[in-house]
């Protein structure tokens, strides 16, 4: 039933080439790293400069973009870096997320429901159990605002003039990702190097 309204493709040999075509064509950015692991990186980037919005914790390069076209114009959601340090510090107990989210739990239970693997109910138990006793990357704490910020996603799509309206500020606001930055400021903090006029000796 699904297949006629959702595909996956696996891109081999992902790389600069390949992915042009991806980036200029995608709506949407999904950079759902936990905050605080600095994984986002500047994949993103050029997904907002091409106009996807981006669906993202506060990680990585997500927190420059966000800076520069707006939060508004940013789908955020989950916990911030120091927050996740906090809640760790503080015992971190997914199960207990688990316990009182029915769509959380309803999730996780599925995985060891048989429902994807022909009844076998324990091919994802080492998805599913892991998740619930240690979840080092915070997925059971972030899982609600995450459902919040897609929610959003299909309000704003179902609204084209909104969503065009934030699509081009991202690609009007992401100047400063562009390689003549990253060059110039590497050229100026790095490399100590000054430019040479085209022509001169």
């Known amino acids: 039933e699904v297949s006629k309204l959702l595909k996956i493709a696996f891109i081999p040999n992902f790389n600069v080439k390949n992915a042009q075509r991806i980036y200029s064509a995608a709506d949407l950015s999904e950079q759902i790293s936990t905050a605080g692991k ?6 993103n980037m050029k997904f907002a400069m091409n106009g996807a919005l981006t669906v993202g914790t ?9 800076e520069e076209v707006g939060a508004d114009n940013f789908c955020l959601f989950g916990l911030n870096a120091e927050e996740v340090q906090s809640t760790k510090r503080a015992g971190y107990a997914p199960r207990a997320y688990y316990e009182r989210d029915s769509v959380l739990r309803g999730a996780v239970d599925l995985l060891t429901s048989g429902a994807f693997s022909h009844g076998e109910r324990d091919r994802y138990a080492a998805i599913a159990s892991p998740l619930l006793e240690r979840d080092d990357y915070m997925l059971c704490a972030d899982f ?3 459902l919040a910020a897609q929610d959003r996603v299909a309000k704003t799509y179902a609204n084209p003039t909104t969503w065009w309206r934030m699509a081009t500020l991202n690609v009007a606001r992401a100047g400063k990702f562009s390689s003549d930055r990253a060059v ?5 903090e790095i490399w100590r190097v000054k430019p040479v006029p085209i022509g001169s000796e």
């Open 38 to 43: 600095e994984a986002s990186g500047t994949g």
């Open 58 to 66: 506060l990680d990585g390069a997500n927190v420059e973009i966000r």
């Open 144 to 146: 609600a605002s995450y």
């Open 184 to 188: 110039r400021e590497y050229c100026e």
